[in-house]
């Protein structure tokens, strides 16, 4: 939302409450407060800009009537109720009530011509020594200082008016007795009566709001003879009617503002301040306000309201300093109003395309073509003298109207050290006295130069007390900043122990996954060297060696078993698995029984070599009897690489032949002993005969 322009003027012929909490709180038992009253007097010119602290001739040739007391709060609200001061100041509204009804309540006691003014700012306050400083108004921690620093402040209409009541009043004209009675006759003439006095008196309080020229809407309720109440819904506020609260007889009259809903703030003056304004007439004007700073204040369009109509609306928002149209020539309606102004003109060059007018004003600013073109001139000419305004800006003091010096230098082509001099001659021509004579002081008397001296004494001693406070304030503050730097000096301490702690931790941790990472990669290279083997022993199993390399021509696979024992068979089929036909070397032959024998004879071995070691008999002959054959080791040209090993074929049919060449020479003594022992027993057999 674009913010409306507003200005800030002193209050001055007015009485000024400041007020701060002294001791104790409004929410406790009895407090206190500091309240300085400052009277501003008759003064014949006006304030500066608003700004800094309120100087004597701002007020009366001897400047403002300053008192300080402290008060309680009943003695504040009495003094409020008997002074009818115009303005109420604090810098926190919370310290004269306790909450939002209270302060309702406490809004509803002051007088109609007193406004209660916070002068830190809305409902987010800022702190009482920001504004002031910004303001350029003294400034202390002292409860006295701070009321004078809100009043100040206040004088320099800097500040929210807090109100809970909107700027309608509710006038009651009711019964004043009661018309209940015993009956008969005499009841019905005194209930005519009352009814009767109740009409007569809303007729005249009618009469005068209507002489007052107030709006108001009526509601009547009609009872026998005449009104039992009548309401006025006026649109002033309570000091701006005719009548006042009554009670009379027959008849009473109650005042009661309408209440907001909440508590609001607004702005303790409206500011006009200087502005340029960019125009689009037509059959629909438009008119754009925007700031020296070229922040757009206000835009209108109309297809109703005449010359005068807008001339009025651009009164109420600001001071023209400089009018500006978005073709060239300058159209007369625009001139016209430039002259109206007194203020200077801005054209451009050209006619300003659409594109370029679109471009430079922000969408959100204009609701249609004619606004979009008015915002468009005046933001052109604060382009073009952007540069100017920066430097009438760094050269004017702050205790000058920049706007006024702008507009002289604008307006009169004068340079800014010429308006600075223009102005300041205009202001010393305000102050001269009509017949040129001096004022002669008297002489004082012994004494009162005695109270002089001791009055300029105590002021010097107050100033040394404040000097010395304001030296303590500004230790307590240093001892305040040390304690928070050693603090967080304390905090980052820690913080760095805590992460030198957790790096160590996390150090540690790391050193422990290198080694552990380590191990594993000394794993994988076993594993991958055990997998090459494997896949070595996996050609060895399923290739001839011809189609592999002729160098291994002749050259067959043979798989060694530690022991002749289950579990290390079980362990080399695990590892190397052992097949039908496999050549299988047992390093140690020695101790095997019959189910080792068996499981060796399940596997089908193609031969089986010995090493070290005596192969047990009931071995032997399970061997036998599965017709594996059997051979040494030493008998076989055998190379191991790691677990794994080759031998030449040629070996192991030679071990295989001779296997087979014992085996029948075994089969045949086997034979001859059967035939033998057959002998034998039929020879028996005829001698027992």
Do not use: C
Not at 358 to 370: E, F, I, K, L
Not at 482 to 496: F, G, K, V, Y
Not at 585 to 602: D, F, I, M, P
């Amino acid at each position: 939302m674009i913010p409306a322009v507003s200005s800030r003027t002193r209050a001055l012929d007015d009485t000024i409450f400041g007020v701060d909490v002294h001791s104790g709180d409004v929410r406790g038992d009895a407090p206190s407060y500091a309240l300085v009253r400052i009277d501003w007097g008759a003064p014949d010119g006006e304030s500066g800009d608003g700004g800094g602290e309120p100087s004597g001739d701002a007020a009366t040739a001897e400047g403002p009537t300053i008192e300080r007391d402290v008060v309680t709060h009943r003695k504040l609200r009495r003094l409020i109720a008997n002074e009818e001061p115009a303005l109420l100041a604090t810098d926190n509204v919370y310290e004269l009530a306790t909450d939002a009804d209270d302060l309702v309540r406490f809004l509803r006691e002051l007088p109609d011509a007193t406004r209660l003014v916070q002068v830190t700012g809305a409902e987010q306050p800022e702190p009482l020594s920001r504004v002031a400083k910004r303001h350029d108004v003294p400034y202390g921690k002292d409860p006295m200082q701070e009321a004078e620093a809100s009043a100040r402040l206040a004088a320099a209409n800097v500040g929210q008016v807090v109100s809970a009541f909107t700027n309608t009043t509710n006038v009651k004209v009711a019964r004043g007795r009661s018309v209940g009675g015993g009956g008969g006759w005499s009841e019905d003439r005194y209930t005519r009566k009352i009814h009767g006095a109740v009409k007569r008196r809303s007729r005249e309080v009618e009469s005068a709001l209507e002489s007052a020229g107030l709006d108001f809407e009526k509601d009547v309720t009609e009872k026998y003879g005449g009104f039992s109440r009548a309401i006025f819904e006026v649109e002033a506020s309570p000091g701006e009617l005719p009548i006042g609260r009554e009670r009379s007889g027959d008849v009473r009259i109650e005042i009661e503002r309408e209440r907001r809903d909440g508590i609001e703030f607004e702005p303790l003056a409206k500011r006009r301040d200087h502005v340029i304004v960019g125009v689009d007439p037509g059959t629909t004007t438009a008119v754009a306000l925007v700031g020296l700073d070229g922040e757009l204040l206000d835009v209108l369009s109309t297809r109703t309201a005449d010359t005068a109509a807008v001339t009025e609306w651009i009164v109420e928002r600001g001071r023209p300093l400089l009018v500006a149209a978005d073709v060239e020539p300058m159209p007369e309606t625009v001139e016209k109003l430039r002259r109206s102004f007194d203020a200077a003109g801005w054209i451009p060059e050209s006619d300003l395309p659409i594109d370029t007018k679109q471009h430079r004003a922000p969408d959100h600013s204009y609701d249609n073509d004619h606004e979009r073109d008015a915002v468009a001139a005046a933001l052109f000419a604060f382009d073009d003298h952007e540069d100017q305004f920066e430097r009438i800006a760094r050269k004017v003091p702050r205790t000058v109207d920049r706007g006024e010096v702008t507009a002289r230098v604008l307006r009169e082509g004068l340079s800014v050290e010429a308006a600075l001099a223009e102005m300041e001659d205009d202001g010393e021509a305000d102050g001269e006295d009509g017949d040129g004579s001096e004022h002669q002081p008297r002489e004082l008397s012994d004494d009162e130069r005695r109270i002089r001296d001791l009055e300029s004494q105590v002021d010097r001693l107050q100033e040394h007390v404040a000097e010395l406070e304001s030296t303590v304030t500004e230790k307590e503050t240093r001892i305040d900043e040390l304690e928070s730097d050693l603090e967080a000096a304390r905090s980052r301490e820690r913080q760095e122990v805590r992460e030198t702690r957790e790096v160590t931790r996390l150090k540690r941790r790391n050193d422990a996954l290198q080694r552990d990472l380590e191990t594993k990669a000394e794993t994988i290279e076993e594993l991958e060297g055990t997998l090459d083997r494997l896949k070595a022993l996996w050609k060895l199993d399923h290739s001839n060696f011809a189609d592999v390399d002729p160098e291994k021509r002749g050259l067959v696979p043979v798989k060694p078993i530690d022991e002749f024992t289950s579990s290390a068979i079980e362990a080399a089929d695990e590892t190397y698995g052992l097949a039908e036909d496999d050549v299988i070397y047992l390093r140690n032959a020695g101790g095997a029984g019959r189910s080792t024998a068996e499981t060796l004879v399940e596997i089908g071995p193609r031969v089986v070599l010995l090493g070290n070691g005596n192969l047990s008999e009931i071995a032997d002959a399970v061997l036998f009897q599965a017709d594996i054959p059997v051979g040494p080791a030493e008998d076989v040209a055998m190379q191991e690489v790691d677990e794994l090993a080759v031998a030449r074929d040629s070996d192991v049919d030679a071990v295989i032949d001779d296997w087979e060449r014992r085996a029948r020479e075994r089969e045949r003594e086997q034979t001859a002993e059967m035939v033998d022992q057959l002998i034998s027993e039929h020879r028996a057999g005829d001698n027992e005969a």
